[in-house]
């Protein structure tokens, strides 16, 4: 299984489109065998779900996403965890560990690409 979390520094980013890019994790039987980095190639609407896709992501985890992404990666077979935030090490522990579930939170338009989601 492979899980991408959306980063910024060593941080969940609150928006994965505009994100710096992904730390992806290999599991396996609910042990992390190895990570990678994947830069953010640039928010496209409709482009990340399918680009991950390519890379044979699982599960994405992120801050916040808008309603149409979270579709598109349904879409892609790729499951959604959003409302996540703290380092992206711990919350890889606590996903794994089945202890991280998505609260569902929706982003709305985002005006400036620093802004932070709210629902």
Known sequence: MKIAIAKEGN???GHFGYC????????????IKGDSFLPNPGHRPGFLPKFLGE??????IAGGMGS?????????????????????GDVIKTYVDG?????GSVCHDHSYHDQECED
């Open 11 to 13: 941080a969940v980013s």
């Open 20 to 31: 710096e890019g992904f730390q992806v994790y290999d599991v396996e039987n609910n042990e």
């Open 55 to 60: 890379k044979n992501v699982n599960v994405i």
């Open 68 to 88: 149409t992404a979270q579709q598109l990666f349904g879409e892609n077979n790729i499951e959604v965890v959003v409302g996540a935030s703290g380092q992206i």
């Open 99 to 103: 202890k991280l579930s998505s609260t």
